[in-house]
């Protein structure tokens, strides 16, 4: 059974950094496509973050966190992060790591932006950014 947990969320001053990890078992991450998203409070869906390649590291993200935030993966960990810095208060939210396993069905260093593309997915970990 695969799992998948995040740690590292907390609460920040604007400005400020956080980096969230996710943690993965029972599976191999470097066979997987990975994705943040994340639920900002009062919204029903998750919303697409930023997402990293299984094959050459390939990242993507959503066009309001270019440039703050950065995904990487260390497979002999079997870990993803998310390094979050510039902080707004807007990006307060739950943040969510998932996991794509069959990423090859997509084309070479495709990665979605769907949510239910996702078989696999951590319990979040939430960051709260004062202003």
């Known amino acids: 059974q695969v799992q998948l947990v995040e740690t590292g969320g907390g609460l920040v001053q604007a400005g400020g950094s956080l980096r969230l990890s996710c943690a993965v078992s029972?599976?191999?991450?470097?066979?997987?496509?990975m994705a943040w998203f994340r639920q900002i409070p009062g919204k029903e869906s998750r919303e697409f973050v930023g997402?990293?390649?299984?094959?050459?590291?390939?990242?993507y993200y959503k066009d309001s966190v270019k440039g703050r935030f950065t995904i990487s993966r260390d497979n002999a960990k079997n870990t993803v992060y998310l390094q979050m810095n510039s902080l707004k208060a807007e990006d307060t939210a739950v943040y969510y790591c998932?996991?794509?396993?069959?990423?090859?069905?997509?084309?070479?260093?495709?990665?979605?932006?769907?949510?239910?593309?996702?078989?696999?997915w951590g319990q979040g970990t939430q960051v709260t950014v004062s202003s």
């Open positions: 998932a996991a794509d396993p069959d990423p090859g069905r997509l084309g070479v260093e495709v990665t979605s932006r769907q949510a239910y593309d996702y078989d696999y």
């Open positions: 029972g599976g191999t991450l470097s066979s997987y496509s």
């Open positions: 997402s990293i390649s299984w094959r050459r590291g390939s990242t």
